[in-house]
């Protein structure tokens, strides 16, 4: 049994399943794309129910700023935000059958837009269901390739090709079949080099390219 097991994560309150895996679930986003112009969060279940009771409000904000979770600041992330000049919306939805702690965030940057869907499971654990509309399983504990790509024969191979560490989850899906288009999402053992990064932006097949890094002692 570990530290965290025994002790609980280390984190800024009130509770660890609204409020430090709301932030684990925003700060995810924030790793994808840096923090955006303008963000929605559709909040699902509890999470709708007690979002400005249990600080989740506070929590997703900081995390899409990129705050950590024991950071004393995320108290302050309605200041933060309004110093960014980030824009934000909070809204209330049932997102089906999902876990009662999830959020569905939309967000824009510049021309990037990106939707995540999270749940918060419980103890501060994450798992990240859905991005950009291709169902997934990722738990935050590992990094990831999103990419973005063109859906033709051989375009797979030559993503993994770029690939020089242990591959853990491949999900794959054509999000546009008019179009030709497809969203991979892949996560690896470890953090990917910036030749892998910039093999895969130089693949012809490649139209988008983002990654989540873990950083260096990071449990999530």
Same mark, same amino acid.
């Given at each position: 049994?570990?530290?965290?097991?025994?002790?609980?994560?280390?984190?800024?309150?009130?509770?660890?399943?609204?409020?430090?895996?709301?932030?684990?679930?925003?700060?995810?986003?924030?790793?994808?794309?840096?923090? !955006?112009?303008? %963000? =929605?969060?559709?909040?699902?279940?509890?999470? *709708? /129910?007690?979002?400005?009771?249990?600080?989740? &409000?506070?929590?997703?904000?900081?995390?899409?700023?990129?705050?950590?979770?024991?950071?004393?600041?995320?108290?302050?992330?309605?200041?933060?935000?309004?110093?960014?000049?980030?824009?934000?919306?909070?809204?209330?939805?049932?997102?089906?059958?999902?876990?009662?702690?999830?959020?569905?965030?939309?967000?824009?940057?510049?021309?990037?837009?990106?939707?995540?869907?999270?749940?918060?499971?419980?103890?501060?654990?994450?798992?990240?269901?859905?991005?950009?509309?291709?169902?997934?399983?990722?738990?935050?504990?590992? !990094?990831?390739? %999103? =990419?973005?790509?063109?859906?033709?024969?051989? *375009? /797979?191979?030559?993503?993994?090709?770029?690939? &020089?560490?242990?591959?853990?989850?491949?999900?794959?899906?054509?999000?546009?079949?008019?179009?030709?288009?497809?969203?991979?999402?892949?996560?690896?053992?470890?953090?990917?080099?910036?030749?892998?990064?910039?093999?895969?932006?130089?693949?012809?097949?490649?139209?988008?390219?983002?990654?989540?890094?873990?950083?260096?002692?990071?449990?999530?």
């Amino acid at each position: 049994m570990g530290l965290i097991e025994v002790s609980g994560p280390v984190m800024t309150g009130p509770s660890s399943s609204h409020t430090l895996g709301a932030l684990k679930i925003a700060r995810f986003v924030y790793k994808l794309m840096g923090i !955006p112009d303008s %963000v =929605v969060f559709t909040l699902h279940g509890s999470f *709708a /129910l007690t979002y400005k009771g249990h600080g989740t &409000d506070r929590a997703l904000l900081a995390g899409i700023m990129g705050l950590k979770p024991d950071d004393p600041k995320v108290k302050d992330a309605y200041k933060i935000a309004e110093e960014n000049g980030l824009k934000f919306e909070f809204e209330f939805a049932d997102l089906g059958d999902v876990h009662p702690n999830t959020v569905l965030i939309k967000a824009k940057k510049g021309e990037i837009y990106n939707e995540v869907e999270g749940s918060s499971i419980g103890g501060g654990a994450i798992r990240i269901t859905k991005i950009n509309d291709v169902d997934c399983f990722l738990e935050g504990n590992l !990094p990831a390739l %999103v =990419v973005v790509n063109k859906d033709r024969p051989g *375009a /797979l191979k030559s993503i993994l090709d770029c690939l &020089d560490v242990n591959i853990a989850n491949v999900y794959l899906r054509r999000v546009n079949a008019l179009q030709g288009i497809a969203l991979t999402i892949i996560e690896l053992d470890e953090n990917p080099k910036e030749e892998t990064v910039e093999c895969l932006r130089g693949l012809k097949c490649a139209l988008e390219v983002y990654q989540v890094k873990l950083e260096e002692g990071e449990w999530v």
